[in-house]
């Protein structure tokens, strides 16, 4: 797991090795913007869409946004409420879209 901070969000980088790390440690990170990069050797089952969701749930309720980068996947098979973006620069973009959606009260 690879954990880098900017003024704005952290960013985390997790492989399929690191994802128990991730799991385990996620309320460390809950106080900042995520953005979690996931690699492409991880596999997105239901059990972590669950705990994508509890996440954007959890983090929407305090004023913060999530987003998964993960290139390669159909996001048809996601629910709408989790933010999952190909590139790091469209997740940032989505952080950037979710402070205007809060500064205008939605």
């Given at each position: 797991?690879k ?29 900042n ?73 939605f």
């Amino acid at each position: 797991m690879k954990i880098q901070k900017t003024d704005n969000y952290t960013l985390i980088s997790i492989n399929k090795d690191s994802f128990l790390d991730f799991q385990g440690s996620i309320n460390e990170f809950k106080s900042n913007h995520l953005i979690l990069e996931v690699s492409e050797n991880l596999n997105i089952d239901e059990e972590k869409k669950m705990l994508f969701l509890n996440i954007t749930t959890e983090c929407k309720s305090n004023g913060i946004s999530f987003v998964v980068i993960k290139s390669g996947i159909n996001i048809d098979d996601f629910p709408e409420i989790l933010n999952i973006v190909p590139t790091l620069q469209e997740a940032e973009d989505i952080l950037e879209m979710e402070a205007i959606e809060r500064d205008l009260g939605f």
